[in-house]
């Protein structure tokens, strides 16, 4: 049964950076599209990337287009996120999520998740 266990979060100034490590265990991540997701209090969760097993292809939520990038590391079975120039508004509980499916990551059926980590941007 994969597992997955979110880290990196924390509070940061406006215009900071933070890396969030999804790490697995219980089965190897080659095979799974990983996404990460975030949700604010009081609003839906919202996909912010994610990364296709097949091809390694990533897809970006318009909002962090630039800023965020997403990688995976299938030696240490993480998937992690850069997380640059980061923004009030980004301030979340942020999940990773994975599929074991070789479709792109988009049209991925995420049924594992992550327990999340907070994200605070703020000065």
């Known amino acids: 049964q994969l597992q997955l266990v979110e880290s990196g979060g924390g509070l940061v100034q406006p215009g900071g950076s933070l890396r969030l490590s999804c790490a697995a265990s219980g089965a190897t991540l080659d095979y799974y599209a990983i996404g990460w997701f975030r949700q604010a209090p009081g609003k839906e969760r919202e996909g912010v990337s994610c990364?296709?097993?097949?091809?390694?292809?990533?897809d970006y939520a318009d909002s962090v287009k630039g800023r965020f990038t997403i990688s995976r590391d299938n030696a240490k079975n993480t998937v992690y996120l850069q997380m640059n120039s980061l923004k009030p508004e980004d301030t979340a509980v942020y999940y990773c999520a994975a599929d074991k499916t070789p479709r792109l990551c988009v049209r991925a059926e995420y049924d594992y998740w992550g327990q999340g980590t907070q994200v605070t941007v703020s000065s």
């Open positions: 990364i296709s097993s097949s091809d390694g292809s990533t």
